[in-house]
């Protein structure tokens, strides 16, 4: 049986963190940039689970924090689209150029 190198996941963690970051600094649409930010947080979670599995002492506490870190990404899409849907409602629009003023 062989096995996956750490490089292997933490260069996969790393393209997913360079487009999931370019996403986010390139992009204006408010519902892209947050589907980049949950590709930083994925990468965030290979690299927690691949350490965790490779690390000096291998044990679970990487699998703890990667479902600590799921859960905060479930919260902050939810809260994310709430406040998205919020101001959409507002402005009719969802680019995030034109959502710099407090204003109506």
């Known amino acids: ?11 996969l963690a790393l393209i997913l963190f360079c487009i999931g970051l370019y996403g ?3 992009k204006r649409n408010t519902v892209i940039v947050l589907i980049c ?3 930083m947080l994925n990468a965030v979670n290979i690299n927690l689970v691949a350490f965790s599995k490779f690390g000096i002492n291998p044990s679970i506490t990487g699998q703890v924090f990667s479902l600590f870190t799921i859960t905060v990404a479930a919260a902050e899409a ?3 689209l709430a406040i998205l849907i919020a101001l959409y409602r507002n402005r009719k629009t969802v680019n995030i ?8």
């Not at 049986?1 to 260069?11: H, Q, R």
């Open 78 to 80: 939810a809260v994310g």
């Open 24 to 26: 986010a600094l390139t």
């Open 37 to 39: 930010i949950e590709l």
């Open 1 to 11: 049986m062989t096995t996956v190198p750490l490089s292997a996941y933490l260069v």
């Open 97 to 104: 150029d034109e959502m710099n003023t407090l204003k109506n």
